[in-house]
């Protein structure tokens, strides 16, 4: 079935900023809704954002205002702009689409917040 393989990871300073990027595979892509989840060690999987097949977007309350989900459907690929990270956001980021069309988590890309 579908798969998504997340990049864009890595090392950042508090305050810094990364954006990750999710290809997804198959042609199918624009009737997805896509979300970004995050992992940090020891914790559970945690949602972090949506974006809809037209574009709308919701948000975890600890990333509203700092993150930006977005996705470009002619590249099948979703995007997370992150801003002003902070040490807490320190985690392996997933990508996979919500509802009926979900499918298995893949690797993953790490984030690391710290001075």
């Known amino acids: 079935q579908v798969q998504f393989v997340e990049s864009g990871g890595g090392l950042v300073q508090p305050g810094g900023s990364l954006r990750l990027s999710c290809a997804a595979s198959?042609?199918?892509?624009?009737?997805?809704?896509m979300a970004w989840y995050r992992q940090a060690p020891g914790k559970q999987r945690e949602w972090v954002a949506t974006?809809?097949?037209?574009?709308?977007?919701n948000y975890a309350d600890s990333v509203k205002g700092r993150f930006a989900i977005s996705r470009d459907n002619a590249k099948n690929t979703v995007y997370l702009q992150m801003n002003s990270l902070k040490p807490e956001d320190t985690a392996v980021y997933f990508c996979?689409?919500?509802?009926?069309?979900?499918?298995?988590w893949g690797q993953g890309t790490q984030v690391t917040v710290s001075s």
């Open positions: 198959g042609n199918i892509f624009r009737r997805y809704t």
């Open positions: 974006v809809t097949p037209g574009g709308g977007t």
């Open positions: 996979n689409a919500e509802g009926a069309f979900r499918s298995g």
